[in-house]
């Protein structure tokens, strides 16, 4: 079996495990950034942002301090799917809303970290840390 193939059987768990519970599966919107600047001397983006979907299961981190103590913070984790588009660290991600359902209303959270499930190299998923 080869990594896109796993990859693409982590995405399905995914979506069944949210079927499983009743909600359905939980889709989120990955919006990235423009291609970037003109020049060094225009700021503005050459290129609007591009919303990708992504499939996802939601959790929490519990944060302790060095001696192993929890010190009362969580952060707010996300498992997604590595069959689309790459989550980088400062893209944005609308969790539980599908690209088709983005509107002016919907609440983007910015990804802190992303850490690569990738076996031998290839990714077979994403877990994305959200800034508080």
Request: some cysteine; proline content about 8%; aromatic content about 2%.
């Amino acid at each position: 079996m080869s990594g896109a193939q796993i990859a693409a059987d982590i995405e399905a768990a995914l979506m069944e495990a949210g079927e499983a519970v009743g909600d359905g599966p939980l889709f989120c919107t990955l919006r990235k950034a423009g291609a970037g600047p003109v020049s060094p001397h225009d700021p503005t983006p050459a290129g609007a942002p591009t919303d990708h979907q992504l499939v996802a299961i939601a959790g929490t981190k519990q944060i302790r301090d060095v001696a192993g103590a929890l010190i009362g913070v969580s952060l707010r984790t996300l498992t997604v799917n590595a069959t689309g588009a790459t989550p980088e660290k400062g893209d944005c991600i609308a969790v539980g809303v599908a690209p088709q359902d983005v509107s002016g209303n919907t609440t983007f959270d910015i990804v802190a970290q992303v850490h690569v499930n990738a076996p031998a190299g290839v990714p077979i998923s994403f877990d994305l840390e959200l800034e508080a």
